[in-house]
C-alpha cells in the first residue's frame, strides 16, 4: 500500500490474486503499446482493439506532447507486466483484452 494525499491505497502493481506477482523494479511505461491499441479512445474516436492511428514506431506515441487527458492520465499497473512480455503488438492486445473480458 502506498500513502497518497494521506489515504491508503493499493498499490497498483499488485498483481490480482489469481496471477503472479510483478517485479517491484519495473513501475514504469514499457512501451508496450497495449494501452494504445486494446482499450477504446472516446477521445481519439479510437475503437477496441484497433492501435491508435498516433502510435508509431516503436510503439511510440507521435502526438506524446499534444495527446488527451485520458492517454496524459493513464498510469501503469500490473496489467503492463502481464501483457510486456508478449512477443507482439496484436498479443499485448489481445491478453490486455481478455484480462479485462473484452
Known sequence: M???EGETVP???TAPDDYPP???WQ??????GACCTAPDIAALAKPLGTPCV????????????SRP???RN???DWVCGEVAPLPTLEARAARFLEIYGL
Request: charged letters at 15%; proline letters at 3%; aromatic letters at 10%.
Open 2 to 4: 502506498t500513502a497518497v
Open 11 to 13: 498499490d497498483l502493481f
Open 22 to 24: 510483478r517485479s517491484v
Open 27 to 32: 513501475r514504469d511505461c514499457t512501451v508496450c
Open 54 to 65: 498516433n502510435l508509431g514506431a516503436g510503439c511510440l506515441c507521435t502526438v506524446y506532447a
Open 69 to 71: 487527458a485520458v492517454c
Open 74 to 76: 493513464y498510469r501503469p
